[in-house]
């Protein structure tokens, strides 16, 4: 019983990462108008035995299914930034951002779940209740786990160690504390069978978007020569992420009660996350940059164990996601916009 909730808490946290940050892995501008979309977005999300892709204006979940087929959902993107320019905004599109893609995440992780399943015959997707009750739960075992914690041993640290701590070294203390919880939990559930294919597969999504990156034709030869460590990854994100909230959280009063502390932690989560996003969009756009570069760094070391090398079958499942998403933004009707 133990075994099996951790590992579907492995699963929700693992599709949840995937989902969070699905919109964020741009692709490199500057294409040729005649050939394809300028300054497409590709953005990709690793689910169980498949693999959810994002274009500019479309969708799509390729999933593996157990007699050896592939299971394809698709779908038009609806944009709220044309319909509320608003959302446009620096530091507020990345909140939106986010929000859609855990939306789009955990559906798509979802149907993945169903699909693959061999053995549970009749299971029907989860309707939009359970949906929003997933996320709820995700986010709530994230603020437990990620804030909550780090930040009641930070504060027992400081009573029983150095009550003199100023402010800025308080919240360094609660975000190495953070930032070890993460690393921790991330390599643990690497360790599980599960968790390692849906670690495959996410290494099948970096490949395959740097194929589309270098023009070359989509096929698993091409694909199976890239790296899997790819620069605007979303992991990456997620780093910026910690980063950003010990800045941040240093503007908290350090002799305000746990309780504001906590909350706001809480509060200020979307101003992080928006901020972080504005950051990982400039350094994918100047990705020669060397500041940049060093800024990516941790964020490749945190792929080595968010990612493994895929195998061809996987590749394939990446290659079809990308190229049915890529349909929507076909140039000319029936030609997706890929080299």
């Given at each position: 019983m133990v075994r099996r909730l951790w590992i579907r808490s492995a699963r929700l946290f693992a599709g949840v990462l995937g989902a969070l940050t699905n919109g964020l892995t741009s692709s490199m501008p500057s294409f040729d108008r005649n050939d394809r979309n300028v300054d497409m977005l590709i953005g990709g999300q690793a689910v169980i035995e498949g693999v959810m892709m994002r274009s500019l204006t479309g969708y799509s979940v390729a999933v593996r299914q157990p007699n050896g087929g592939v299971a394809i959902r698709k779908d038009r993107l609806q944009s709220l930034a044309k319909r509320y320019p608003i959302v446009k905004l620096p530091i507020l599109r990345g909140s939106i951002v986010l929000i859609q893609s855990l939306i789009l995440g955990i559906r798509a992780l979802n149907y993945s779940a169903v699909v693959s399943s061999a053995d549970e015959e009749g299971e029907e997707e989860l309707s939009s209740w359970a949906v929003a009750g997933s996320m709820i739960f995700a986010l709530v075992l994230g603020v437990a786990v990620f804030i909550f914690a780090p930040l009641l041993l930070t504060n027992l640290i400081r009573k029983y160690v150095d009550p003199a701590m100023g402010n800025l070294t308080?919240?360094?203390?609660?975000?190495?504390?953070?930032?070890?919880?993460?690393?921790?939990?991330?390599?643990?559930?690497?360790?599980?069978?599960?968790i390692k294919r849906v670690f495959a597969y996410h290494g099948a999504e970096h490949k395959t978007v740097f194929t589309f990156e270098a023009c070359e034709d989509l096929t698993v030869e091409n694909a199976r020569t890239k790296s899997r460590l790819h620069p605007r990854c979303g992991t990456s994100f997620l780093l910026f992420v910690l980063a950003v909230s010990i800045i941040v959280f240093s503007f908290v009063p350090p002799t305000s009660p746990f309780a504001v502390k906590f909350g706001a932690r809480v509060v200020l989560l979307p101003l992080i996350a928006g901020i972080a996003y504005e950051i990982i969009r400039f350094s994918a756009r100047h990705i020669e940059n060397r500041l940049c570069r060093v800024a990516i760094t941790p964020g490749l070391w945190l792929q080595r164990i968010t990612t493994r090398e895929p195998d061809d079958s996987q590749l394939e499942i990446a290659i079809i996601a990308l190229r049915e998403a890529l349909e929507y933004d076909a140039v000319e009707p029936g030609r997706a916009a890929v080299a």
């Open positions: 308080y919240n360094i203390v609660d975000g190495v504390i953070r930032a070890i919880f993460f690393f921790i939990y991330i390599w643990s559930i690497s360790l599980l069978d599960d």
